[in-house]
C-alpha cells in the first residue's frame, strides 16, 4: 500500500568510477524507513533501504536496491510493490542535487 512506507531519513553519495567504464552517474542511497506493523516488510528491529541510483542522459532509475534490517544488518529476500518502488524512485530523484 502507498501510504505503508515512510522515509524518515537518508543519506547520499555520488560514486566515483576510477575507470570510466560506466556511463552516466551512479548514487548510492542509504533511506531509513518505517512500515505499518501489518506490512509483510515490517521489523521491530528496524529497515533501512540501499538503492544504486542512475542518472544517464534523460534516463533516472533505480539499478538495484536491497532492504537491510536495521539491528542485524542482514539483507532481507523481500521485493518493494511497484508503488513502494515508486515512493523511493521519486525520493531518489528529488534528492540527486545533495550528493557529495
Not at 11 to 24: A, C, N, Q, T, Y
Not at 32 to 50: P, W, Y
Not at 70 to 86: P, S, Y
Amino acid at each position: 500500500m502507498i501510504n505503508m512506507l515512510a522515509i524518515t531519513g537518508y543519506s547520499v553519495e555520488r560514486l566515483k568510477d576510477p575507470f570510466g567504464i560506466l556511463s552516466g552517474e551512479r548514487y548510492e542511497f542509504f533511506l531509513d524507513i518505517d512500515v505499518s506493523e501489518d506490512d509483510e516488510l515490517f521489523s521491530e528491529k528496524g529497515l533501512n533501504i540501499r538503492v544504486l541510483y542512475t542518472v544517464d542522459g534523460d534516463k533516472q532509475e533505480i539499478i538495484k536496491y536491497d532492504i537491510i534490517e536495521k539491528e542485524t544488518e542482514e539483507i532481507l529476500d523481500f521485493e518493494l510493490e511497484e508503488d513502494e518502488e515508486a515512493i523511493i524512485n521519486s525520493f531518489c530523484k528529488e534528492h540527486l542535487s545533495e550528493a557529495e
